[in-house]
């Protein structure tokens, strides 16, 4: 049977007629064993790029990302496509990682997604020289560089991945690096002639604007008023994504919240309607937007201020990836800047605090010494800071520098359902199946409703367990426990808890290898990334061309869609537009009214404009205006 083309394949297996640029140039190397970098912005489909080319190879190609969420979410969505993939990640418990690479080594995988932390253990270390692996793909590459935006140690050692396996294409992918973050990239995976492809940050359908407000939620509103179609309001902390969700309720937006503290269903369901609208709203924290596929958002909203324009770039991609105009709205308060300034500093922790929040949490998760290696232990953060009086803030700062120091690496929350494995093979349960007692109609039942027991993990749902047998669910959760106990098979009950995993074995505080210089440079990058998020707010020049030279691509004209050519720093007017906002204020100044609501009669790009003719308009005594209230002057 002659191989299919990648255009064959394409079209088969996710329905499109047609690659994207350069996407097919990008599948056309690979196949040809080039390794290759690739610089391509949000929604540019990144992940074609390596999952059709896989399909053209002998072997299985191996996945490396940094997000569970996103492994999860692709390798659900390949396997509904009837592709077979599956994930390793720091999450899972080593047997089961032992039972999975076995799997991996002996089936017929076509996609392995696995977390950069388990390159290193020992069970992918030993079965390393016994994979046929077809290519090596990094996704969240600039992760390897100090200077991105979400430096993670355990990625400088895909290296030796290289050194294993010399012949086999390696790809990197990212979305968001400067130049610095790119030679890091080729530097640190020993790429000596890779082939690079960039697509222009410049995105020519979506707006940028920016505005400084004495209300954000007033400002929020106003917004909205204009605003039409679905869209993602951005938020920084889980509390304030259902504070002002529940506002703008009040107000009739059809509006829900999203964080990782929602259960997996709520977080399902949410997703599900907000997809399924083409006029919802989604307050979210950074969590909600990965993996997304909804290409009819049309604007997004940042009500607090990013910590990088790289972070920013990101979640303002969402919106317009059908190609339609969109528009990315930022707005902050005088004061959010002193509050960005001091969370900053505040991750500025001392080696003492350091060193006694790593004890006490190899406490708290009863890690014994030169113990815990690749271990994952569910960690609730909240708990932990109760029991030993820290603020998370603080424990989420310690935690980052240990993390970077590649000592621990707390997973996001996730939900994780269900799953077990018999170990018997099925010839021989069904030999000895008489003997499995005292609950042999129980493992029946499960055999009979579950394909693939005996040589792979299967989800499963306790409650359907309960409905099909009659059983208490109790007693349903007793009998998966016990065949457990009793070594006949492997059951993992849900989780949707964040796991702390060991990426080096337990020891003493005082004898912790941690590189506090690398660790100052690092708080000085993103010292510099804050600045550069500051210098796009306030600057008066095309917002897209700061964020162009902020990742190193130039241009000389001028985009003419964000607010600055839309002209929201003009003071300039004419006779004609004083005597036609003079005609507008007899009109609309009945009584009192407060600045903020006069502005809003106008678009943002004309608000300094009209602050400018008030003022000239209060010398003419035509109005008053006193403190923030303005009124008519009867002539």
């Not at 006694?356 to 890690?367: E, T, W």
């Not at 932990?384 to 970077?404: A, D, G, N, P, T």
């Not at 098979?489 to 003493?508: A, D, F, I």
Request: hydrophobic share 35%; charged share 25%; with cysteine.
């Amino acid at each position: 049977m002659p191989q299919q083309t990648s255009l064959q394949i394409l079209k088969h297996y996710w329905s499109y007629d047609s690659f994207r640029p350069p996407q097919e140039e990008i599948v056309e190397n690979i196949v040809a064993g080039n390794d290759l970098i690739a610089l391509l912005p949000t929604g540019a489909g990144k992940s074609i790029c390596y999952q059709v080319p896989a399909l053209m190879k002998d072997g299985f190609a191996l996945v490396i990302s940094p997000l569970i969420a996103l492994m999860e979410d692709q390798v659900g969505q390949l396997q509904s496509r009837g592709l077979k993939a599956c994930f390793l990640h720091s999450g899972l418990k080593r047997k089961e990682v032992d039972t999975l690479l076995d799997n991996v080594i002996y089936g017929d995988y076509q996609y392995v997604y696995i977390s950069p932390e388990r390159i290193q253990s020992e069970f992918f270390q030993a079965r390393m020289h016994k994979m046929n692996l077809s290519l090596i793909a990094i996704d969240e590459a600039h992760c390897i560089s100090q200077w991105g935006h979400d430096f993670r140690p355990s990625y400088l050692k895909i290296l030796d991945l290289k050194e294993h396996f010399p012949h086999v294409p390696m790809a990197a992918f990212t979305a968001t690096a400067t130049r610095a973050t790119l030679n890091d990239i080729r530097e640190h995976l020993n790429l000596k002639k890779p082939v690079f492809f960039k697509k222009s940050f410049e995105k020519k359908n979506l707006s940028y604007t920016v505005i400084k407000t004495s209300d954000k939620l007033k400002e929020c509103l106003y917004t909205l008023s204009r605003l039409k179609g679905a869209g993602i309001i951005y938020v920084r902390s889980r509390r304030y994504a259902e504070e002002l969700a529940e506002s703008l309720a009040k107000h009739k937006h059809p509006v829900d919240y999203y964080h990782a503290g929602l259960s997996y269903e709520q977080r399902q369901q949410k997703q599900q309607r907000w997809i399924a609208s083409t006029d919802a709203i989604m307050v979210s924290t950074n969590a909600f937007g990965m993996g997304i596929d909804k290409a009819d958002v049309r604007w997004v909203i940042h009500m607090d201020i990013p910590e990088s324009l790289e972070a920013f770039y990101q979640e303002a991609g969402r919106a317009g990836r059908d190609g339609k105009m969109a528009y990315s709205i930022l707005l902050y308060e005088d004061r959010d800047e002193q509050k960005v300034w001091e969370n900053h500093e505040l991750h500025e922790v001392t080696h003492t605090l350091i060193n006694n929040v790593y004890d006490q949490i190899c406490r708290y998760l009863q890690i014994p010494l030169g113990g815990g290696l690749m271990q994952s232990y569910p960690f609730d953060v909240s708990d932990f800071s109760q029991q030993h009086q820290y603020s998370i803030r603080q424990v989420l700062s310690v935690i980052s520098k240990l993390e970077q120091a590649g000592i621990f690496q707390l997973t996001e929350s996730f939900f994780a359902p269900s799953t077990i494995m018999l170990k018997s093979s099925h010839e021989a349960y069904f030999r000895n199946r008489d003997n499995w007692t005292p609950f042999k109609e129980f493992i029946q039942l499960l055999v009979r409703n579950f394909e693939g027991l005996f040589s792979h993990k299967v989800k499963i749902s306790e409650n359907k367990l309960s409905k099909i047998s009659g059983l208490p669910i109790q007693q349903v959760q007793k009998y998966l426990h016990s065949i457990e106990e009793l070594g006949l098979g492997y059951y993992v009950p849900r989780s949707e808890q964040p796991k702390m995993v060991m990426l080096v074995p337990r020891t003493e505080a005082r004898s912790l290898q941690i590189d506090y210089k690398l660790l100052q440079q690092l708080h000085q990058g993103r010292t510099d990334k804050l600045r550069a998020v500051f210098q796009f707010m306030k600057s008066s020049t095309c917002r897209e061309n700061i964020i162009l030279e902020y990742f190193d691509e130039k241009k000389k004209t001028a985009c003419t869609r964000c607010d600055i050519c839309k002209g929201s720093q003009d003071e300039a007017f004419t006779n004609q537009e004083l005597k036609d906002l003079d005609q507008y204020l007899r009109q609309k100044l009945l009584r009192e009214t407060d600045l903020f609501d006069v502005l809003h009669w106008w678009p943002h790009n004309k608000r300094k404009k009209v602050l400018q003719m008030l003022s000239i308009l209060e010398n003419e005594q035509k109005i008053k205006w006193s403190h923030q209230k303005i009124s008519r002057i009867e002539n």
